[in-house]
């Protein structure tokens, strides 16, 4: 599973970051989904190999203009590029107002049809090829969601040893015990298929939060595998951070630290905090604060940063700006 970041900064975009569009996606895979669309973000993509042909979905997590305004151009710019598939947007009851007032006063017509799905009317799991979506209800001054990525299609693995101390040969009958639960043998015996599998590994789990004062939230959910997470503030304007319904890095990293959260990420950062050359992934007072409430693995998010979470759960990271 990948997170790639399009936009990193919070409120305002600066000169090295735009403001929040996260892209979540299996490895390597051409269909992709994007959390959250601030201004900008269309700009963001053409800096990748992400296609608008393969734009599956897209979740905003709330109202507020840096996770919204880029909406608008990116759905022009997509029917510009000739999509003619579906597109689904997940979001907020005030999203879809924006969304068809833009529509009708500026008379922009899409030449693909948009399968909306209101956050405060939709109550059970959402379904995709790749993932199964939740929805969760966040914090903030406006009504805010995050959403947890399950992936799907993990696919069952043979044992292929036992299969074959118990003489029954590859071929045909493998595949069979593979799609049925139960599977006759050329001798007449039944057999119970899943005593021929070999155990599952874990699906992964991927929260990626919007604007949120209370990360303890996300302690109702187990097994949380990475978290992607508003660190807005240092703890020095904890105050600051209070009045605009934000978190900051303490806090944030005190929950991952005492849930056991394996990785984290931080990202929508103040544009009072600048990236230097010596914290790559970073700005310095966010990354020195985290690293003291947090100890396992932290990764600070920049723009075109890729995070990869592998089958293992271990994080890898490289940066994907193509020029």
């Known amino acids: ?4 970041f399009l936009g990193t900064s919070s409120g305002t975009p600066t000169k090295t970051r735009n403001v929040s569009g996260i892209v979540i996606r299996k490895h390597h895979a051409k269909q992709w989904s994007l959390i959250d669309c601030g201004e900008g973000t269309q700009h963001q993509i053409l800096h990748t190999n992400l296609s608008f042909k393969y734009l599956d979905t897209i979740y905003i997590t709330h109202i507020h203009g840096d996770h919204c305004y880029g909406l608008p151009g990116l759905l022009a710019s997509a029917t510009m590029a000739g999509r003619i598939e579906p597109l689904n947007i997940v979001a907020p009851l005030a ?16 030449s693909f049809d948009i399968d909306f799905i209101v956050v405060e009317e939709y109550n059970k799991l959402y379904e995709r ?18 959403y947890l990525f399950e992936e799907k299609g993990i696919g069952i693995k043979l044992d292929t040893q036992k299969l074959l101390e118990d ?22 015996k039944t057999i119970q298929s899943k005593t021929y599998y070999l155990p599952q590994r874990k699906a992964r789990k991927i929260a990626i939060s919007g604007d949120n004062d209370t990360p303890s939230i996300w302690g109702n959910i187990e097994d949380i595998d990475l978290l992607v997470h508003e660190a807005t503030y240092t703890d020095e304007m904890a105050k600051k951070a209070e009045d605009t319904g934000h978190s900051t890095v303490k806090k944030v990293a005190m929950f991952a630290e005492d849930y056991g959260v394996k990785n984290l990420i931080l990202t ?25 409430y947090y100890q396992a693995n932290l990764g600070l998010a920049h723009d075109f940063a890729l995070f990869h979470l592998d089958k293992q759960l271990e994080m890898h990271y490289q940066n994907i700006r193509q020029d």
């Not at 929508?268 to 985290?290: C, T």
Request: proline residues 6%.
């Open 1 to 4: 599973m990948e997170i790639i």
């Open 95 to 110: 999203v879809k107002v924006f969304l068809e007032t833009m529509q009708m006063h500026t008379e922009l017509r899409l």
């Open 129 to 146: 090829e790749d993932f199964c979506i939740s929805i969760v209800p966040l914090s903030h001054r406006v009504p805010s969601w995050g």
């Open 167 to 188: 003489n029954i040969p590859k071929g045909v009958i493998w595949g069979e015990i593979q799609k049925s639960s139960e599977v006759c043998l050329e001798n007449g």
């Open 268 to 292: 929508h950062f103040s544009p009072r905090y600048q990236a230097d050359s010596v914290h790559e992934n970073g700005v310095p007072e966010i990354e020195d604060e985290a690293k003291i």
